[in-house]
């Protein structure tokens, strides 16, 4: 089945980056974006940007823009979220999750992966 | 940026109740409106995609309806295990935006 899994938890200091990997299987890696969504505390859901599995093009969010850097390794078939200059807004629930494709260009995001907390605090 | 406005963020029902949610988009968006159901402490699950394609798997007691601007997610005869936040999220556009969600409580 189609799976995503994510890196582990992590903790970091204000103006420090983080990483985050998303490691794919069940399904050809290559024909599907990937795209990463964040959760703060008592926020809503936010769409940072998506990578395409073929071709590695990448979009990102306006609010992030600067910031965020996503990339993807085929032969490892995982995506990686990157954030740079981190601040305390920044503690969230990162996830991934793949593309769904339907009829007449209608996306949507599944499966998502299990998420991944990061913590920014001094 | 296409804003997603759900109102109310929270809502009460019961067991075996039918309970519609709302979702209200600032443009058009036509029918690139999903929905997802999100638990506590875990990964957001595709409900209901283009508005009103029922996601495989999902139980045939939700459904959505609406295009243009105005979206509802309607689940008849509520199980206990259908209590948890729901989100939708416009996907005619990136950014794509989330609705805050609506939280369906006892």
């Known amino acids: 089945q189609v799976q995503l899994v994510q890196s582990g938890a992590e903790v970091k200091k204000p103006g420090a980056s983080v990483k985050v990997s998303c490691k794919a299987s069940g399904y050809t890696f290559t024909s599907y974006p990937i795209h990463w969504v964040r959760q703060a505390p008592g926020q809503r859901l936010e769409w940072m940007g998506w990578v395409n599995g073929g071709n590695g093009d990448t979009k990102y969010s306006q609010r992030f823009q600067g910031r965020v850097t996503i990339t993807r390794d085929t032969s490892a078939t995982t995506a990686y979220m990157e954030l740079s200059s981190l601040r305390s807004e920044d503690t969230a629930i990162y996830y991934c999750a793949k593309e769904a494709r339907g009829p007449a260009a209608h996306n949507w995001f599944n499966p998502w992966g299990q998420g991944t907390l990061v913590t920014v605090s001094s | 940026d296409i804003q997603m406005t759900q109102s109310p963020s929270s809502l009460s029902a019961s067991v075996g109740d039918r309970v519609t949610i709302p979702c209200r988009a600032s443009?058009?968006?036509?029918?690139?409106l999903n929905w997802y159901q999100q638990k506590p402490g875990k990964a957001p699950k595709p409900l209901i995609y283009?508005?009103?394609n029922l996601q495989s798997g999902v139980p045939s007691r939700f459904s959505g309806s609406g295009s243009g601007t105005d979206f509802t997610l309607t689940i008849v005869s509520l199980q206990p295990e259908d209590f948890a936040t729901y989100h939708c999220q416009q996907s005619y556009s990136s950014p794509y935006t989330f609705g805050q969600g609506t939280k369906l409580e006892i």
């Open positions: 283009a508005a009103s």
């Open positions: 443009h058009n968006i036509g029918t690139f």
